[in-house]
């Protein structure tokens, strides 16, 4: 009777396991797909800050694009960066009731169980990115800020020493926006890294 209770008791853990492992993969596949799409759209609004802007400013206008690529960036970096963490805190909880502690997540992911030791290497690389998806997301906003300030600066742009002030502030978004580039690129890559650490250890649930 202990030994089936045992075999019981082991079949239980190893269903635990799977399905969160399951799970935390499909939490990163799903912040990956959205950190991909980021770096595109940050390029792309410092592509509409290349060269000097002039008024008056319209839709179509190379800042009003900038600040429509900005927006999007944003969202994106705010979605990957609560992906990444809910996907931190999957592996938490999985790993608590992988354990039989359901109630309580583990404290940290070098208490996660031996038989998830991928997924431990993962979880390291998910912070790290969500760290640099953090950083991006506040740069990003700053970078918006700028937009703003020389939007309001193109309307009286004729007035002596505005056009300057306008080109300097181009400028420090321009450059700004270069580094979160890479920053971007780099939370990417840290991502995929965590895919890659998942690769083979765990099949993908049909949806």
């Known amino acids: 009777k202990a030994?089936?209770?045992?075999r019981k008791r082991e079949r239980e853990r190893e269903m635990?396991?799977?399905a969160w492992k399951t799970r935390f993969r499909e939490r990163v596949m799903q912040a990956h797909a959205r950190c991909l799409i980021i770096?595109?759209?940050i390029g792309h609004a410092r592509a509409m800050l290349m060269g000097p802007l002039r008024g008056p400013v319209l839709r179509s206008?190379?800042?009003e694009i900038a600040e429509e690529s900005l927006e999007d960036a944003a969202s994106d970096l705010y979605a990957a960066a609560?992906?990444?963490g809910s996907a931190t805190e999957l592996a938490l909880r999985g790993g608590a009731t992988e354990l039989f502690?359901?109630?309580n997540p583990v404290r940290s992911i070098r208490l996660l169980p031996g038989?998830?030791?991928?997924?431990?290497?993962?979880c390291h690389k998910l912070l790290a990115a969500r760290q640099l998806a953090e950083e991006a997301y506040d740069a990003v906003e700053l970078c918006s800020d700028l937009r703003l300030g020389i939007r309001c600066l193109l309307d009286i742009q004729r007035l002596p020493g505005v056009a300057e002030l306008i080109e300097a502030e181009r400028l420090r978004a321009?450059?700004?926006?270069?580094k979160v580039r890479k920053t971007a690129d780099g939370c990417v890559w840290l991502v995929a890294g965590a895919l890659e650490d998942l690769r083979g250890a765990v099949p993908v649930r049909a949806t």
């Not at 038989?115 to 993962?122: D, M």
């Not at 321009?174 to 270069?178: D, E, G, R, S, V």
């Open 115 to 122: 038989t998830a030791a991928a997924q431990r290497r993962a």
């Open 3 to 6: 030994s089936a209770t045992g």
């Open 82 to 84: 609560s992906l990444l």
């Open 16 to 18: 635990a396991a799977q």
């Open 101 to 103: 502690l359901p109630s």
């Open 174 to 178: 321009y450059n700004l926006l270069a």
């Open 39 to 41: 770096p595109g759209k």
């Open 61 to 63: 206008s190379p800042i």
